[in-house]
């Protein structure tokens, strides 16, 4: 079997190759990337010689591009972006507060996360770090984490609803971080 028919066989096998998208990248390794296939991330094929009569396969995956803050909010309504642009507003009137985008939600930092944002199409939901369990009809759910540590999560769709209740659980969560 040749060097291409076995690159062939490995990703058509995988499901990512598309015709025209691989490239010869050296000696014994072929490449395909993200804007050529179907996947989100680029990878290599590399054969090498593992003894007489066989070939070692490898493949790479290089790492996707890291999360950004605004990645988050491409998918979403403008308000969403409003009432996160509200939250952040509120968390920078306390001190010192780095945004820490993860592939899922953003984290907001003091020295430890007292906040996650996890964005909705249509709305968002803002996790807070507590000392105690809260009782509220806007804390969708609460969770004990620890024997002296809650996470509180409120589901927010207006910037109108970053009011002063919100900004004192917030004030709260900054202090324990």
């Not at 790479?60 to 950004?68: E, K, Q």
């Not at 909010?73 to 403008?78: I, K, R, S, W």
């Not at 945004?99 to 803002?126: C, M, Q």
């Given at each position: 079997?040749?060097?291409?028919m ?6 058509l ?14 000696p ?25 009569s ?15 803050v605004?990645?988050h ?6 308000s ?5 642009d509200?939250?952040?507003k ?8 780095k ?28 996790t ?9 009809a ?10 002296n ?9 207006d910037?109108?609803?970053v ?10 969560a900054?202090?324990l971080?």
């Open positions: 079997m040749s060097k291409r076995g690159f062939v066989l490995v990703v096998v995988l499901g990512m190759y598309q015709p025209g998208t691989a490239s010869t990248a050296g014994g390794s072929f490449t395909a990337g993200a804007a050529a296939s179907r996947i989100t991330h680029s990878f290599r094929v590399e054969f090498r010689r593992a003894t007489r066989r070939l070692s396969l490898r493949i790479a995956m290089s790492s996707p591009r890291p999360p950004t605004h990645s909010f491409v998918d979403c309504a403008p969403v972006r409003a009432v996160y509200a939250i952040l509120a968390a920078r009137a306390l001190g010192t507060v945004e820490d985008p993860k592939k899922t939600s953003i984290h907001l930092t003091r020295s430890t996360a007292f906040a996650g944002v996890a964005t909705r199409r249509n709305g968002l939901t803002l807070l770090k507590s000392p105690h369990a809260a009782k509220n806007r804390i969708h759910k609460q969770e004990q984490t620890s024997a540590r809650w996470h509180l999560e409120i589901k927010l769709t910037p109108r609803e009011d002063d209740e919100l900004r004192g659980w917030l004030a709260v900054y202090d971080s």
